[in-house]
């Protein structure tokens, strides 16, 4: 793993926010379940976000909050295939 980073472009509806990227990039971690956990930087500040668990249903399982120690949060959506959609 590493390097392996992307970055994802907004889909959501706010105009201000079209042109902001948010870069995430994959990390060993052996805590994680698969090993390596997935680190989303803030489209705000910069810092890394950590993925909220989820709480209750109605979720799309394609969807993940994640949030910032300054208390954003961001909504990534990702493609059956795993690649990123987007966010919002
Ligand atoms: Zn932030």
Do not use: F, Q
Not at 17 to 31: F, G, P, Q, S, Y
Not at 51 to 64: D, H, M, Q
Request: proline share 2%.
């Amino acid at each position: 793993m590493g390097g392996l980073s992307s970055s994802i472009r907004y889909i959501g509806l706010a105009n201000k926010l079209m042109d902001i990227t948010v870069a995430v990039r994959v990390e060993r971690n052996e805590r994680a379940k698969a090993g390596i956990a997935t680190v989303v930087s803030c489209p705000y500040d910069g810092k890394d976000m950590k993925a909220v668990p989820k709480s209750g249903y109605g979720k799309g399982k394609n969807e993940r909050t994640y949030r910032c120690g300054r208390e954003h949060r961001i909504i990534v959506l990702s493609s059956t295939n795993g690649d990123w959609r987007g966010w919002m």
